[in-house]
């Protein structure tokens, strides 16, 4: 199928700040909807890439949230993904048609999640768990007491409620405070005040040092020595390389041999992982997440320029979020890194050579009218674009698993 549309995502977050689901909506050029055949292909092309024969789900604990219109419902291909991790969003007015109401009820018994947008809670009332197992509530700062009264009473029921748009952490807190199950904003890219850990921590501070060694090539023994002074680093190292299967069957217990048997430019990529993952920031798990996906996706939609640049273009995406996770504008963020030129450039101002491939990763978490103009620079197809995105969401549950 010849896809025309961008996948574009948001994360949900849950009152801990951890990302609990992954809302998806297709970009439409011109605003033409797909037809049904070409909804079938989409939906079938999701569950192509976030299911597999073997591992099964891929998105681990993750649930997707498909914004879905009354066609999309009846997909055979629905029947592809696992019902417990998936919901469709859809209008509540579209079920005024009595064909898409029964469609939503078959599916309900099918244990297939169903969230209602736009829905008037004072009209729906008590068919409202019948009906749908999430309900949009639109959070406003105005007549908190008021939506408390209204929330009180959805809280006694099965329904779960997610509040959008929640923009800022004050709306945050006032939405856990009321109760409300999931959140969905742009918190991912906003430090949560007061939560900045200020610079570097001893942990970030070697692993810097080990990443700068590497991009020199220091000989084995020197990395060695610096390892060795920070026990935890060594312990995830030895337990990384282990579990990785490097050591073809024998466990492998010195630091030499798992530096030797791993390789300098693999061995950066996994401090480049550690770095993001050593903050101690309080507002991490939903920004380190989107690192490793902006980081995964970014390297993929450049692997036309070759290996190595792929795995550049992966430590841009994979920092480009150090200046929130570390407190620090991104300026002074260079200036504690060696980072080569081009790096740097996409870091700085989404230049150079890489820089395009990182502002395409961008675009897509933002829901950003430049998609499809910069895929098009790029010269990557709707299709190349999507498969990357969706294969980057399973590989970061993967690696932070």
Request: proline residues 5%.
């Amino acid at each position: 199928m010849h896809q025309t549309h961008f996948l574009v995502r948001e994360p949900l977050l849950d009152p801990q700040q951890r990302v609990v689901g992954y809302e998806l909506c297709w970009q439409h050029p011109a605003d033409t909807p797909p037809a049904q055949a070409g909804l079938e292909g989409l939906v079938s092309f999701v569950a192509d890439q976030v299911c597999d024969a073997e591992r099964g789900w891929l998105l681990r604990d993750k649930t997707l949230f498909l914004q879905a219109v009354p066609a999309m419902l009846s997909t055979d291909a629905l029947h592809c993904l696992p019902p417990q991790h998936t919901v469709l969003s859809i209008r509540t007015s579209e079920l005024a048609n009595p064909d898409t109401l029964a469609a939503v009820r078959a599916l309900r018994a099918g244990d297939v999640g169903i969230l209602l947008r736009n829905c008037d809670l004072t009209r729906v009332g008590n068919r409202l768990p019948s009906i749908a197992s999430y309900v949009e509530v639109r959070f406003s700062g105005a007549n908190v007491a008021d939506q408390a009264r209204t929330y009180a009473a959805l809280k006694q029921s099965s329904v779960r409620m997610v509040g959008r748009p929640v923009t800022t952490w004050e709306d945050y807190d006032i939405c856990a405070a009321l109760g409300i199950d999931a959140f969905v904003g742009k918190l991912h890219l906003t430090p949560r005040p007061g939560s900045e850990s200020k610079g570097l921590n001893p942990a970030q501070a070697a692993i810097l040092q080990l990443m700068q060694m590497v991009r020199e090539n220091a000989d084995v023994p020197k990395l060695e020595s610096v390892l060795k002074r920070d026990a935890a680093l060594s312990y995830k190292l030895l337990r990384y390389i282990n579990s990785a299967g490097f050591g073809a069957g024998r466990e492998i217990q010195s630091l030499k041999q798992a530096i030797t048997l791993l390789g300098y430019q693999p061995l950066y990529r996994w401090l480049t992982l550690l770095l993001a993952t050593a903050s101690t920031s309080g507002y991490s798990p939903v920004l380190l997440e989107t690192a490793v996906v902006r980081g995964r996706l970014a390297e993929l939609l450049g692997t036309s320029l070759g290996r190595a640049e792929a795995e550049n273009i992966f430590v841009a995406g994979m920092f480009s979020l150090l200046d929130r996770l570390l407190g620090i504008p991104m300026g002074e963020v260079l200036e504690t890194m060696p980072l080569s030129a081009d790096i740097a450039a996409a870091l700085l101002n989404r230049g150079g050579k890489y820089g395009p491939y990182l502002a395409l990763a961008e675009a897509c978490e933002l829901n950003s009218d430049l998609v499809a103009a910069l895929a098009a620079s790029l010269q990557l197809s709707p299709e190349e674009v999507n498969k990357a995105h969706l294969s980057a969401l399973a590989w970061t549950q993967a690696v932070t698993a």
